[in-house]
């Protein structure tokens, strides 16, 4: 694509035949690069598989082609085991559009010790991608831990005042941790290419400014 | 009031001359119980202080008449200094309608050092009022900490996606803390209620349950 | 739970085998304590039966192992009888996170004279769950007759209007009755957590406050 | 007016002048009917009564000319003191629409007392109109105590989820009592007028079919 | 029922063996009055009919037990044939409510050649249910050529910013003719109601007031 | 500007010396062509007419410059008094956009024979700007009389349910007379932009179709 | 119909039998003239098909009867291949409707180059229909490149924040590009009955205004 | 602050007084670092001035302290005017956050030839702001342009449809152009520390791939 980002193939709304047969069409233009499918159905993985397509099931996603040499690292952190699909399809697409990945699961506010554990993956990180449904609190938590780049996934896990993922949005971006940026509602894909353009253009973690004691704070 | 509550007036839209009138009326009838006014204006205030009255500015309340005595605690928590009207609004409440209060504030979610360094406080409580603007966090992670009952109360703290205080409302609602009950945005008086209700009825601590050890949560 | 609570399976979103092994497996972990799972389909019922848990098929839940031993007592108050899942989910959560149940259904607001047959129990509860759609109205009138802590459960019956019980949960949000907390729709769970943790702490019924007289109020 | 109905002026975004004016010009055409003017500033009042009108200032109404004789009985219900510039509103706009009218105020839904004590009221009326801000409960109780047709008016009253009176309109839409009618919020005015073409219209009393006994309730 | 009205079956939710058997049971009790079903699907209305009811297919109801004698008249004025189900829910229950009625179809104000042709009829009612989808705009109009009462019944009837109805419900709420009452979207049943308590205690034709000139307006 | 048309200033947020300043560099520019300013402040018109500009105060408009020879013809029709201003802004800026115009106002929906009685008027236009508040009918009844291409223009009159010009925003854009489209609420400016590019271009009126009778329809 | 224009079959809600009767007795009025029936299924089709029509799959429309002589022509402008049915639907209706159609599709604003190599095209237009879904910005751009007059169609293209094409509705109206005029979501029909209005009544291209140069713009 | 970022004032809701205050207080711990304050009134960047802050009058802020050495480059580009305030707080927070900063305005989509013509200044940027009211289209058109990490604002220019730039934020999240990250309505903060914190650790240009030419996308 013109932006110098992979060619991605949106599955949704689209036949097994129509995915199988864009996937191999880009394919066949730039053998050398990979090509993203997203959002398939059972029937549109199994047809990337009969393009010989690699398959994520959990993210429900296929890729064809060759991924390009990671540069910079996305940490993927993850609030529950219902975010996984959402989280599994920004950790793809940000290895696709050029970084290296690493996802952290079942860190939800609600039992901080967890994410507390990993305290020293986020701030290793060149940008965090921070997953949470419900009431999205997640971004904040982490927000305030960490001054590593953060996009946040509002996802729609959730009923009734959750409003299928429109409470979670509004959360994150009201967050009281500066500098959260937010993507769509259940939008691993957006955040995932945004979180790869900013870890491949990062330089190495060595020069990275040291952390300021908490004691600091008026 | 019918219900064994203390009589309370609601200042929003009534004149300072109606505050105090009504005030030194309710007094009147019952000289040995508290009445309490709120959402008092300066004038308000000043009104009530004219008839006798006690004095709340940071809460914008008044009390008339001797205080009951305290039974049980509320604990209010507060996340931002923005917050702290309604977190003194709620514990006023909470004092007149019978319990013993504490207030905790500036613990908000992106600074969780200080949320952990009061952590024993919050176990003692009979009841939490947990306040808190824009994305309304805190309630989950205070939930995820304890067992004591916990109300939440959402302020209209913020601009833009914060939508007046319903963004989080709609998040307290959405808490995957398990038990958060939740009141109006803005109403600390109604969260004070219902807290001292619970606290005032509350059996004395030494019968609590131990509390489960982390490592048991699958 | 690091809470002291049970551990409580959500069944929505999961597969039949998945909610029968996560009961299995936490149930082997603490034999003599219950697990809980809730939103079960027709599917996950009889998967969870063949583990050898309890059904609840009103309330669509099911729990392994022994319940604890009931202290204090949670009422559990319905308007219509399609509020009766909900007001079941309510009454087994409260139960198994330590509570006395009793339910009490059909007492809507166009029937008063149901609801005021019941007033002693409402006195005599611990804490009280008000369960009602469409306009949500019963918590105002419960809150009226009695001091009782109060915990509001909108439900999703009702049309148009109704918002999907949206409107039910503003209502009882801007309940004209002070101390009424409300969860979020269709969360019978919450409020059964909510109600138990209140219950199981409350002091014997005997030093209750006596309720002041009716023509007190101004 | 075409419809057999008195003139009106909408006196909000007019000026007094404009006001004056009208009012005069409406009267000299026919000297015999009334006119009336709604939503008047107190220089609005002030103007009106410049040209011989009558105020009614709790309503922020004004009338010139004779009032019809009255015929049929509307009975004007408001839940709490906050309502009673609607009510006052609805009273006027029907009577000058040629009902008579009677106002009860004070009869909330969280003081059952009150309002079973004017039962017998709601009865003889031949239309009601029923007026509650916050979570419009009212009518729903009203509704369930009498089959005399029911017009629901939401009022502004409230704060944050009373979403400035579309809870209350919500909830009146969604009443479970049957027959319950609604308009716009603070629209004192239309109910009136609702109100005033049935009660008008109505038959005698006397042939009022008598009131099904409450146990014939499945 | 105790407001003096039959016993209504709300058939959304019900199995068709439930339907059965309550209409069964209720038209035990009062074999000598109607019971009204509502909301029935194909195979309840089915059901229905095996216990002898009369079915209403377009309204989706049925009706089990003798009509009451019609006193008054309900006119029911349609804007579409999609709006038809909502108008014969509303005609039914109206009739079952105790009102003679009358159906008017297809005149919405795109074609007001077709309403203006009916203006008469109008005029005769004792009360008028006015069903519109889309924007809702009938109300408006026919509320201008008659001041008969006027209950309005927003159907979900559009697409895309109809929202399901809420707009209708909306436009009808916001109508510039005076005294339109409005019911919840697809209300047909509520409708009916109110208008049947209107009809069924209005005096005879013959003492209507006169309407007024057209000119009379300035 | 690019697009051939005039260019015009938004007062809003402008101070009066930024709305004098910039019509004087504009109209310095090109003499020969008028300049438009909207949304002026009573200080706004005041320093338009300061720098010579002819000033519409029920538009809150300025024109500087000569306005071009008009092409085409504009009807502008409006429903209320209080449309007058948005109804004086469309016009204007048609005007300025190089086409005549003609404004007919107070032919609301509820007054039907007023509108009837510029039926001629309608269909000899080259495009109707139909202006409504409240429920925003009267484009689906003009649509109904006419096929002249119509552009709809909601305004902010009303309260309530009228939800500050949406509702009758979202009754337009579902207006069941086809071919009506829409502008922002209380956008005259717009809808004379689109109304004007029509007019301008429009062929004589001697070869319009023939309207078909009515009876066609079926 | 009375306008002028067609007649239109709505096929949504209608079965296959009765969109081929409808079709096939409006026919048999003015076999001379076409009837256009919209939002077919695939059996709606087939039924259509059977009655002799001509289908239109990608619209899943049908039309019987000969179409009418094309004048002035309608540029329809799609962003997304998603959008191509509603493209589809507002290009046979503008044609339907006697004007000639030409389709731009795949002209997203994501991809400038594509939409400036048809400049050209915009320009020669009698009238533009703008199809967009997901942010719906294409008709701010169009609109800024030309005076063409221009009605924009959101689609219902997009998740979560995209709110099923109401996001892309509040934009279009939101457009900074003057004169743009929306139609509803997904509403392809209205927008070609709108353009074929303006565009058959159109003067011949050879007297359009010169559009000025770019560097007149201050 | 415990992020290794400066200290940030939030002016809203302060005092001068508070302000000063706060900005002496922080300024005296780290006299070496920079403190911001933002959301300042005129009389709170007086305040500020008279304790030796530099101010920013157009974007609401000052700062006291030195500036941090630029690292990296955040090109703000902003779509109108009107939204001036708003990118010019992203720029400062960006430069006090540590980054280099540049600004373009006035490249609204409307007038596509002023944003073609900085197509260059897009790419060498490190980060971009992206600021727009109204319809919010410009984040989708730059998005389309480059591969740069992109941050969109949106502010709350605008009226009626545009929802006090909610519009502008859901059509930002909606947007078509992938890795559009977004933060709330008129929050200029926000997407500068984000900005900061991507340019500032981003590697030098030289190393950045080369874009693939347009031709490629299939
Ligand atoms: N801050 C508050 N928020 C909500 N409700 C309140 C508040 N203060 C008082 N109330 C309620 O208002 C009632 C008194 O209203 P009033 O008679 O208007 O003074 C009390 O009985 C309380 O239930
Ligand atoms: N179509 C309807 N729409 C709204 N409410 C209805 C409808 N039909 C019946 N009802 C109400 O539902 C009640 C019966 O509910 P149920 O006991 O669940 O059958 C009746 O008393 C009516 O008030
Ligand atoms: N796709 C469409 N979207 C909106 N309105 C439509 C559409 N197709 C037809 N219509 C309208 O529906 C009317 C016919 O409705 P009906 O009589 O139910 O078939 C036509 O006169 C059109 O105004
Ligand atoms: N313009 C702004 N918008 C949003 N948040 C801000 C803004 N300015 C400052 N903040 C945040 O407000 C915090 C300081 O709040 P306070 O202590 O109330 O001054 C800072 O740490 C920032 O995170
Ligand atoms: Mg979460
Ligand atoms: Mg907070
Ligand atoms: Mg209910
Ligand atoms: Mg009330
Ligand atoms: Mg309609
Ligand atoms: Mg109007
Ligand atoms: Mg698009
Ligand atoms: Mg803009």
Not at 88 to 94: C, F, N
Request: charged share 20%.
């Amino acid at each position: 694509a013109r932006t110098g980002d992979p060619e991605v193939v949106y599955g949704a709304g689209k036949t097994p035949e129509q995915v199988a047969e864009i996937l191999a069409t880009l394919h066949a233009r730039h053998p050398d690069r990979a090509v993203l499918a997203t959002r398939l159905t059972d029937a549109g993985l199994d047809a990337a598989a009969g393009v010989g397509a690699t398959l994520d099931p959990v993210a429900r996603c296929a890729t064809l082609g060759p991924l390009p040499e990671p540069r910079g690292e996305v940490l993927v952190v993850a609030a529950g085991t219902s975010d996984a699909p959402v989280a599994a399809e920004a950790a793809l697409s940000a290895r696709v559009h050029g970084a290296g990945v690493r996802v952290v699961t079942d860190v939800g506010v609600a039992g901080l010790h967890r994410l507390l554990a990993v305290r020293d993956e986020l701030e290793r990180a060149d940008c965090l991608v921070v997953v949470a449904g419900m009431e999205g609190a997640l971004p904040s938590v982490v927000g305030g831990l960490t001054g590593v780049p953060l996009v946040a996934v509002p996802t729609s896990v959730g009923y009734g005042a959750s409003l299928g993922g429109v409470t979670a949005l509004l959360a994150m971006l009201s967050s009281c941790a500066p500098g959260v940026a937010v993507v769509n509602v259940d939008n691993g894909y957006g955040a995932g290419v945004h979180a790869a353009r900013v870890a491949r253009r990062a330089a190495p973690r060595d020069d990275v400014r040291p952390t300021a004691a908490a004691e600091d704070r008026p």
